[in-house]
């Protein structure tokens, strides 16, 4: 999963790094072509003006709505998982496998109250906190149109070190509290899998980062950015949620128990008639 997600996420990167490059054209495209390219523009300078007066608002929307977009993804993914595994009588947590009844199949439905939670941290935690953030390290940093590569690498360092471990506990610990959970429930499983998401972080937004802070515009790094939070997004859906759905310790038995172990767990039936009391 994490390999999927560090290419789809570069990808993502030279993509938008050849969009933000400045094109020049000799000539102006005629007939429709130009209609469209013209349409094009008009939407890309409608989208700068906002960006230019509505900064914190427009990338609010944009998060709020590249994170349900994420968590669609991923609960279409766990979705189709959970009906390709519903004829399967084996279960496999943990490293352990566990033979499960037919009627403790839980098919993993959608839930639209899960993609508003995370939505909501989108537009909070990314769209608001990442975008101030980004705002304030350009004034504090500013490179200009050529940055050089020790401005490029401060950037990228603390953006590392500063923000990535503050927006990933957010994540972690806020997500579990919105559905109800307790601090004291909550604030363990988020310690125990901050380190996999760092090292998922670090992975992914470090060398986007050194080629967002050499390449794409200030003013469009709101973009670059929503849409890699958009990919790692999705991981972090299926982090927030992991384990959500165990098998049943009562009826459950071990998957690798033979003919004997089976029959040792099964109650013993009653021969003759019951004693009487003594």
Request: glycine fraction near 8%.
């Amino acid at each position: 999963m994490a390999r999927r997600l560090v290419q789809m996420c570069w990808l993502l990167t030279v993509t938008l790094a050849l969009v933000a490059r400045p094109q020049v054209a000799a000539r102006r495209p005629a007939g429709a072509r130009q209609t469209r390219l013209e349409a094009g523009g008009s939407l890309l300078t409608a989208y700068h003006v906002a960006m230019e007066q509505h900064y914190l608002l427009t990338c609010g929307i944009q998060s709020f709505s590249l994170m349900a977009v994420g968590d669609v993804v991923a609960q279409t993914v766990e979705m189709r998982a959970s009906r390709e595994s519903a004829s399967d009588p084996v279960r496999c947590v943990d490293s352990k496998c566990y033979l499960v009844e037919e009627s403790d199949h839980c098919p993993v439905a959608y839930d639209p109250v899960r993609t508003l939670r995370l939505a909501c941290l989108g537009g909070l935690i990314n769209g608001l906190g990442a975008s101030t953030w980004l705002r304030a390290l350009e004034h504090a940093l500013p490179g200009g149109a050529h940055p050089t590569m020790g401005v490029v690498s401060e950037k990228a360092a603390l953006d590392a070190c500063l923000w990535a471990p503050v927006s990933n506990a957010g994540y972690l610990l806020l997500a579990p509290l919105l559905e109800g959970k307790p601090l004291e429930d909550a604030a363990p499983v988020a310690k125990d899998k901050f380190a996999s998401v760092m090292r998922v972080e670090w992975l992914t937004f470090l060398p986007y980062n050194l080629i967002a802070f050499s390449v794409i515009p200030p003013m469009a790094r709101p973009v670059g950015t929503g849409l890699m939070a958009m990919g790692f997004g999705v991981y972090m859906s299926f982090v927030t949620h992991a384990g959500a759905r165990r098998p049943p310790a009562s009826p459950a038995r071990p998957a690798d128990a033979g003919p004997a172990a089976r029959n040792d767990a099964d109650p013993p039936a009653e021969t003759g008639a019951p004693e009487g009391p003594r």
